[in-house]
């Protein structure tokens, strides 16, 4: 054979080796380039000890005081690159049994996705805060780059989904521990500094001040999830998760964690994780290899103003007790149905998940002060803290959550009007209609703030005429509907009449 024929033979091999590896490439998927998932949430810490006073601090102007507390805690930050095995196999029928599609995964790249955040160093010897969120489904895949541009493989040291924390560690004896606060000083109208890498832009700073305090929005995809975050209006965006959260001294206060937006970026409301729940859990973890967790062993809302006036409260304050855990922390305590818990080792809870809050920061086998009102009276009780060891405790954990409303689901009548508050934050009342005395309709009366009813778009006097498809002109109707979209956990749609016109409203009851 000539030596052009053989040179355009081995050519013509070589092109058909290509093109055939194109298609192979192709039918795997392989082709498209790595995904990029940008994280939206964000967190804070915090430090045991207030700082000295500097000199003449109170002569300091607030671009002074920043420009020394971005130069302080920026080296403390770091970026934080995950890289995740997008699962994209074929689903595995019952009559497809035949061919394992995981055979080629031994000789072609898996598509890989690509998680970025931030994190926050505690520690000298390289023991990293962030997000739970950042690092789930990394495995050993976690990149982290420091300030000073040295990059490490970092070892997942243990998370909690529940409070949404997690740490990580690198290999260093030299790191820039940021000084860690007090986040029960924390309050309303306080400067605060977010320090994270929003959209891959490393070590940025960003001013506000906290909005609130104790905020539960609903986030945390898990049962036992615990949320009393810090809320501020500093510029919070995708990659700012795990993040520090400061204040005006250069304290962690708490770990960047989520973001409220229509548009997936900043518009105005940024939420962190108290960094007093951040250190425990991340002590737990370093110490322990696990979250040491205590559980009192109630069912808890927080009192509205019809069961302060029913239970003789003289404000609208307090966590009602709902049920007991018969052997639990609060029933071996001697608590009660109806007990309503107003302080916690001195303090105040208003809220449920001001409660969880302050059960969080306690470990099994310690004790706390309870301040209770009962009777018309406020009583004290110590309790001795169990934990998930304790059988009681653990059958009620790991149980599927109650279904029965217990006093949401009873009408009460007051003032002559019979109505009904639900879990979900909203109470209705069988009001006659205007247009004819003779038909009850069901009247929207109190909107709780914060609540699935008002985050769901519901408003007070809203007239509820459908729930599911289904008529609805008075409360039994309406709980009995009620009742068995609850037990099977799913959404509630309430077609409501809103100023002349029918508006469709979702309540997720999972």
């Known amino acids: 054979m000539p030596l052009h024929q053989k040179l355009l033979t081995g050519f013509l091999l070589i092109l058909l080796g290509i093109l055939l590896g194109s298609l192979l490439m192709i039918f795997r998927g392989s082709w498209v ?10 967190d804070v810490t915090r430090s045991v000890d207030p700082i000295e006073a500097l000199p003449g601090e109170e002569r300091y102007s607030p671009s002074y005081i920043f420009t020394e507390v971005a130069q302080n805690v920026i080296p403390s930050v770091v970026y934080i690159e995950t890289n995740i095995t997008v699962d994209d196999r074929m689903p595995d029928h019952e009559d497809d049994h035949q061919f394992d599609n995981r055979f080629w995964e031994r000789f072609l790249p898996q598509r890989r996705a690509q998680s970025i955040g931030s994190g926050v ?3 000298r010897d390289g023991y990293i805060l962030t997000n739970h969120h950042v690092i789930d489904g990394a495995d050993d895949h976690i990149h982290v780059v420091t300030h000073d541009k040295k990059q490490y493989q970092a070892q997942l040291v243990g998370s909690d989904p529940s409070t949404d924390i997690a740490v990580i560690k690198i290999d260093t004896d030299s790191a820039r521990p940021m000084i860690v606060g007090n986040s029960d000083y924390v309050g309303i109208g306080d400067w605060v500094i ?22 539960n929005v609903d986030i945390i995809n898990d049962r036992m999830r615990i949320e009393s975050f810090i809320q501020t209006d500093a510029a919070i965006n995708r990659g700012n998760s795990g993040g520090a959260l400061v204040n005006s001294r250069g304290e962690l206060i708490g770990i960047n964690t989520a973001i409220a937006s229509e548009s997936g970026n900043y518009q105005g409301y940024g939420f962190a994780v108290p960094i007093n729940i951040a250190m425990k859990i991340g002590k737990d973890v370093i110490e322990y290899g696990s979250v040491q967790r ?17 239970l003789g409260l003289e404000e609208i304050s307090g966590v009602e007790i709902r049920d007991l855990v018969p052997g639990g ?22 809220e449920a998940n001001q409660l969880q809050e302050r059960i969080a920061l306690v470990r099994p086998g310690e004790s706390i002060t309870m301040k ?18 304790n059988e009681a405790i653990k059958q009620w954990a790991t149980s599927e959550p109650q279904t029965q409303d217990n006093f949401e689901l009873n009408p009460e009548t007051e003032f002559g009007v019979v109505q009904q508050t639900f879990d979900s934050g909203f109470t ?23 609540s699935k009813a008002y985050n769901s778009g519901l408003t007070e006097e809203d007239v509820i005429f459908e729930l599911n498809g289904e008529s609805v002109n008075n409360i039994d109707s309406f709980t009995t509907i009620w009742s068995n979209i609850k037990n099977k956990r799913a959404t509630a749609r309430l077609n409501v009449m809103r100023s002349g016109e029918s508006v469709m409203i979702e309540l997720n009851l999972n």
């Open 294 to 310: 205590a559980f009192l062993g109630v069912e808890i809302s927080s009192v509205n103003q019809q069961r302060a006036r029913k």
């Open 33 to 42: 380039p790595p995904e990029r998932i940008e994280v939206r949430y964000t």
């Open 194 to 215: 977010a320090v994270g890498n929003p959209f891959r832009l490393r070590s940025t700073v960003t001013a506000g001040i906290v909005s609130a305090v104790g905020r």
């Open 121 to 123: 160093l505690i520690t």
């Open 329 to 350: 922390s609060a029933a071996l305590a001697g608590l009660r149905k109806e007990d309503v818990v107003l302080e916690v080792n001195g303090y105040t809870v208003q």
């Open 428 to 450: 209705v009342a069988e009001l006659a209609s205007p247009d004819d005395v003779s038909i009850n309709e069901l009247v929207v009366i109190r909107i709780q703030e914060d």
């Open 372 to 389: 209770v009102w009962r009777d018309n009276n406020e009583q004290t009780f110590g309790i001795q803290m169990l934990g998930i060891e």
